[in-house]
């Protein structure tokens, strides 16, 4: 009965390709750049992370909801990602103390739509690139969301950190924890957080475009630049304040998005990637260890290889295997270092958790 209640929904591409399916509860039409996730779990904590802000989410596993939401399994306050499409939509749910995925999506005022061949639409995006998309259920005005589609800006040189940052300063953990670090909050996820409060850290968060000396001021034994959404090279600030962290030689790591302005601040570039790496299964060798790591990763820009290697300040530290792009760096002779994926995991293994160990280290 409830499949066949569900609104005619379509997923239209900027190329024209046109993939169909049903509606789950709301209906409209949301825009943003498609891409997908492989990964078997954590999808209430895919949706909630904000470095997917403005960008519409295809879930590769063929069974979303099937084990509900809980409060803790969040990364934000809010759902981030724009829209979701699915193969199936799992309307029951297994897990105990937990409720409908479809109730959290309604909550958050998200349209999603499934019954799409996903697996089609996938191959698709994996021969064509990440472009622009719109989901809607308005199947009979194809010719407008054309349009409108047309002019949805693309996520080369869109600066998206405003649109998910704290608006004013907060702190996380104990006050009473021994080391005391600063977080430039591009978009942070929740886990990022609990993983320095849990050793023995307390962090206070600033808004993306606060300058260092509103940081210092606080007086933290380290920096950290955080993930977060859209291109790097627009955030002028947070590269500014990268640059300074070095040249002052401050205790400072940086995650994904932080991890692409501190390469930027240093004259290394960046480019936006055919179709990005998200999931939980991405294998990563750390150069100065020889050890392989499976790695949690959401990015769609990278920071680029040949630039690194040739930047006499940079140290290549990791590498992802599937096609040799850089995972991790460090600045030559100074305390500064950052990966490309997600140490804190949720969703993912927790392979490169010792990299906030390594990180506590360089505060003492």
């Not at 475009?209 to 210092?216: A, I």
Request: glycine share 8%; aromatic share 8%; net charge negative.
């Amino acid at each position: 009965m409830k499949y066949q209640s569900k609104k005619k929904a379509i997923i239209l591409l900027s190329d024209g390709t046109i993939f169909h399916g049903k509606a789950v509860g709301k209906e409209g039409s949301v825009f943003g750049e498609v891409c997908f996730n492989t990964g078997m779990t954590g999808y209430q904590e895919i949706f909630t992370d904000p470095s997917y802000y403005g960008q519409i989410m295809v879930a590769t596993n063929a069974h979303i909801g099937n084990y509900g939401t809980v409060d803790g399994d969040v990364e934000s306050n809010s759902i981030k990602i724009a829209g979701l499409v699915v193969k199936n939509f799992s309307y029951e749910f297994s897990r105990p103390g937990s409720k409908s995925l479809q109730s959290f999506l309604e909550e958050n005022n998200l349209l999603a739509i499934s019954d799409v061949d996903t697996r089609a639409l996938v191959s698709y995006i994996r021969d064509n690139g990440a472009m622009n998309a719109v989901i809607s259920t308005e199947v009979d005005d194809i010719d407008k969301l054309k349009q409108q589609l047309a002019d949805t800006p693309d996520m080369k040189g869109l600066e998206l950190s405003s649109k998910v940052s704290t608006k004013e300063p907060y702190f996380f953990g104990e006050p009473s924890a021994k080391h005391k670090i600063a977080a430039l909050d591009l978009g942070i996820k929740k886990n990022i957080l609990r993983n320095l409060a849990k050793r023995d850290a307390y962090i206070k968060v600033f808004p993306f475009d606060t300058s260092l000396e509103e940081m210092k001021a606080w007086n933290p034994d380290g920096y950290f630049l955080s993930n977060g959404p859209g291109d790097p090279e627009p955030l002028e600030n947070a590269i500014a304040v990268a640059k300074q962290l070095v040249e002052q030689n401050l205790p400072t790591f940086g995650i994904c998005l932080g991890h692409q302005v501190l390469a930027i601040s240093q004259g290394v570039k960046t480019f936006k990637m055919f179709n990005g790496h998200r999931g939980i299964n991405h294998p990563v060798k750390n150069l100065l260890t020889g050890k392989g790591e499976i790695s949690s990763q959401n990015h769609g820009f990278a920071v680029d290889r040949a630039s690194a290697d040739a930047n006499n300040n940079i140290e290549v530290t990791h590498e992802h295997l599937n096609d040799q792009t850089v995972a991790g760096i460090r600045i030559k002779d100074k305390n500064c270092f950052s990966v490309q994926y997600h140490p804190e995991a949720s969703p993912g293994p927790n392979d490169g958790t010792y990299l906030f160990d390594q990180f506590i280290a360089n505060l003492k």
